[in-house]
């Protein structure tokens, strides 16, 4: 049995590598995790920028890989600790903005400032309990390549938000945006989409909702 299958199948030597590594009720990595396991644990594009006021709550059990030339600006938080967050290579994620794994973002996408991207939704189904103890309903969510979100806009968990894509700022993406469309709103809907065809970005007709007397 290897060391790591050892802790798991151990509750009382797993709890104790887990109060190792971040406080009971603070889920953020202790210093000595930061300054010298993670290093080693996640990848690091050449030329890829840290702000350092930027909060990088990064676990060993899940990864954390950021591509070449991509930048995470001042006061974000990135977090991994249910889900792997990977983004690829110069992406962008603004000002004040928060990413909770599990999350992938492609080459060339970026995120506007104070932007909310998650992976999982807190589990509620047992109306007896308080939701933070019930297990977490965990979604992948991605963003694909070049695609960029407006700023202070909300990613829910399980969204994919096709490649070239433009949300508009304030924007709430509660389902999946097809490549190359243009979305805004809360909820966000598709208003314009690009025709390869024309080359040019078409409006996208919506049905009116009658009014009933």
């Known amino acids: 049995m290897g060391l790591v299958a050892k802790i798991q199948s151990n509750p009382k ?3 104790l590598v887990l109060r190792m590594i971040a406080p009971e009720r603070n889920p953020r ?3 000595w995790v930061r300054w010298f ?3 080693l644990k996640h990848k690091r594009g050449k030329g890829a ?3 350092r006021n930027s909060r990088i709550d990064v676990f060993p059990w899940k990864k954390f890989e950021i591509g070449k030339w991509t930048t995470i600006e001042s006061y974000c ?3 991994n600790g249910s889900g792997d967050v990977i983004l ?3 992406v962008r994620v603004g000002i004040g903005s928060v990413i909770i794994g599990p999350v992938k973002m492609g080459n060339g996408s970026g995120l506007g400032q104070h932007v909310f991207v998650s992976g999982f939704n ?3 189904s047992d109306g007896t309990r308080n939701s933070s103890e019930q297990a977490l309903d965990i979604r992948p969510t991605v963003i694909e390549e070049e695609a960029h979100i407006g700023a202070n806009s909300v990613v829910l968990a399980g969204v994919t938000i096709g490649k070239r894509c433009q949300v508009g700022a304030g924007s709430v993406v509660t389902k999946d945006i097809p490549p190359f469309s243009v979305a805004v709103g809360n909820p966000a809907r598709v208003i314009k989409q690009f025709n390869h065809h024309t080359g ?3 409006q996208v007709p919506h049905k009116k909702t009658l009014s009933v007397h």
Request: no cysteine; proline share 8%; charged share 30%.
């Open 49 to 51: 920028i840290i702000r």
């Open 13 to 15: 030597l797993k709890q």
């Open 200 to 202: 040019e970005w078409e």
């Open 37 to 39: 396991l993670n290093p």
């Open 122 to 124: 807190h589990g509620y």
């Open 88 to 90: 690829g290579d110069r």
């Open 29 to 31: 990595p202790r210093l």
């Open 77 to 79: 938080t990135i977090n």
